[in-house]
């Protein structure tokens, strides 16, 4: 059993108003989250004050997003001083069957080298993975390609539901492979979602997508499905008793909308209120 700890994914302060790593990782710990899975943003803190930081806070760095794949290996130090069990690559752009194949042998080398330093890699889903790839989806194919002395996986359950499967069969499925979990609420199927290519879409002198007012509507529709918690297609009681049977170690909240009148911070409370429920 994991006792029920409720983490955070750092990227739910990101809805524009709170931009401060340090005021957030403070907000996180005074709301009673117990841990927080790092992003992006939270790297620029110098490794010995943000050590010193989660330990005054009482948070437990339980893993981090890489803001790449290919940045991954740059981050073992810190993960390491962090004294984190996970690493983990947020999103891959996979834009036909070849690039599924190839992207599964990426992630046996990178995770061998994370394995060598004690930490474990994770790949974490969108709706994207459970697109066809010949006559499996991408994520049976990464599944069944990766090496799970060397790979595990982050399974975002709201995006599972949104594309129309259900996350307790996927963790039943591959028993011992789904480390974390993202506790997203997601309120409809919306099917699984072509890949996004990042690298084709115009960039600001940022570096920063430039999307089409189109693109922006559509991004906008598919974030409104990030319902109050409880609202949503997932049984998290159910997902809960069945994933600590198959190895799930660590429960992560993520959320990329604020649904109702209040502020992101009143829906991070609610969500912890709600998950502490259930988890």
């Known amino acids: 059993?994991?006792?029920?700890?409720?983490?955070?994914?750092?990227?739910?302060?990101?809805?524009?108003?709170?931009?401060?790593?340090?005021?957030?990782?403070?907000?996180?710990?005074?709301?009673?989250?117990?841990?927080?899975?790092?992003?992006?943003?939270?790297?620029?803190?110098?490794?010995?004050?943000?050590?010193?930081l989660l330990t005054e806070l009482h948070l437990e760095p339980v893993s981090m997003h890489a803001p790449k794949t290919d940045m991954v290996e740059s981050l073992i130090p810190l993960a390491e001083s962090l004294e984190m069990k996970f690493i983990g690559i947020g999103m891959e752009c996979m834009i036909d069957d070849e690039a599924v194949h190839t992207f599964a042998n990426t992630l046996n080398r990178i995770g061998k080298v994370c394995a060598e330093h004690g930490l474990t890699l994770t790949?974490?889903?969108?709706?994207?993975?459970?697109?066809?790839?010949?006559?499996?989806?991408?994520?049976?194919?990464?599944?069944?390609?990766?090496?799970?002395?060397?790979v595990s996986f982050e399974l975002d359950a709201g995006w599972c539901a949104a594309a129309g499967f259900d996350p307790i069969e996927l963790v039943q499925t591959y028993s011992g492979r789904i480390k974390l979990i993202h506790v997203k609420e997601s309120s409809k199927v919306?099917?699984?979602?072509?890949?996004?290519?990042?690298?084709?879409?115009?960039?600001?002198?940022?570096?920063?997508?430039?999307?089409?007012?189109?693109?922006?509507?559509?991004?906008?529709?598919?974030?409104?499905?990030?319902?109050?918690?409880?609202?949503?297609?997932?049984?998290?009681?159910?997902?809960?008793?069945?994933?600590?049977?198959?190895?799930?170690?660590?429960?992560?909240?993520?959320?990329e909308y604020t649904p109702g009148e209040g502020s992101r911070l009143d829906c991070l409370k609610a969500d912890l209120e709600y998950y502490r429920t259930q988890i």
């Not at 960039?203 to 529709?221: L, N, R, S, V, Y």
């Not at 598919?222 to 997902?239: E, S």
Request: hydrophobic content about 30%; some cysteine.
């Open 123 to 150: 790949y974490h889903n969108h709706t994207q993975e459970f697109v066809p790839c010949g006559d499996k989806r991408v994520i049976d194919v990464l599944m069944e390609e990766t090496n799970p002395d060397y």
């Open 190 to 255: 919306i099917g699984p979602q072509p890949p996004m290519d990042f690298e084709s879409i115009p960039k600001d002198e940022h570096g920063a997508p430039i999307f089409t007012e189109e693109e922006k509507a559509q991004m906008e529709e598919q974030k409104k499905i990030n319902c109050p918690a409880g609202d949503g297609l997932v049984d998290w009681k159910a997902l809960k008793e069945v994933a600590d049977k198959h190895g799930c170690q660590a429960y992560i909240v993520e959320r």
């Open 1 to 52: 059993k994991t006792m029920g700890k409720i983490n955070l994914q750092m990227y739910s302060f990101m809805d524009g108003t709170m931009n401060d790593s340090r005021e957030n990782l403070k907000l996180a710990s005074e709301m009673g989250y117990d841990g927080v899975e790092l992003f992006g943003p939270n790297f620029e803190i110098p490794a010995e004050e943000l050590k010193a």
